[in-house]
């Protein structure tokens, strides 16, 4: 991984007033933080967004507001979406470590990258990682990933667990 500076903002206001071409948002950091590791993504500075956006649950008559730093752990084991949304609560405690749950923004899960097994191998084209490099997926081991949505450029699947929750 190489060097990058950190810069920490306490508003959405400020957040977007310093993201720039070369910056990109960090909050739990669990998948930016390994496309880092793999030089798939290479900013030059990390902006931190965790005081900058709210982590509160707040629930209305026929639904739930979710914040966009809520954990994954604190969304997983609200009561009231224990009791209103069992499956949410399900699929994020199925899809990976306590660790990474407790670290793990709501909005990050959301807005991780799409990706398949091959995206991490540089080795390998990839049409996500490089545009027009080729899929390794569509003849590879999984080019069973996608069974909806797929096309024939890429069969990523979107690796949310808290997009599957929210879809059901």
Same mark, same amino acid.
């Given at each position: 991984m190489r060097p990058f500076n950190f810069e920490k903002?306490?508003?959405?206001?400020?957040?977007?007033?310093?993201?720039? &071409?070369?910056? &990109?948002?960090?909050?739990?950091?669990?998948?930016?933080?390994?496309?880092m590791k793999?030089? !798939?993504?290479q900013p030059d500075i990390l902006i931190d967004i965790t005081k900058?956006?709210?982590n509160t649950i707040e629930h209305q008559n026929k639904g739930v507001? !979710?914040? @966009?730093? @809520?954990?994954n752990t604190k969304v997983a084991t609200d =009561? =009231? !979406?224990?009791?209103?949304?069992?499956?949410?609560?399900? @699929?994020?405690?199925?899809?990976a470590s306590p660790q990474i749950r407790n670290m793990a923004s709501s909005a990050g899960n959301l807005l991780q990258r799409t990706r398949c097994p091959y995206f991490y191998d540089v080795t390998m084209p990839c049409n996500k990682r490089k545009p027009n490099s080729g899929c390794?997926? !569509?003849?590879?081991e999984n080019r069973m990933s996608a069974v909806a949505g797929y096309n024939n450029q890429c069969v990523a699947v979107h690796p949310s667990d808290f997009c599957v929750g929210l879809s059901a």
């Open positions: 903002v306490n508003s959405g206001a400020e957040a977007s007033a310093a993201k720039s &071409q070369n910056k &990109q948002f960090v909050a739990g950091g669990t998948n930016l933080v390994d496309l793999k030089n !798939i993504t900058a956006l709210s507001t !979710i914040g @966009a730093m @809520a954990s =009561k =009231k !979406i224990l009791r209103d949304f069992p499956l949410l609560a399900k @699929a994020i405690l199925a899809g390794s997926a !569509i003849e590879g």
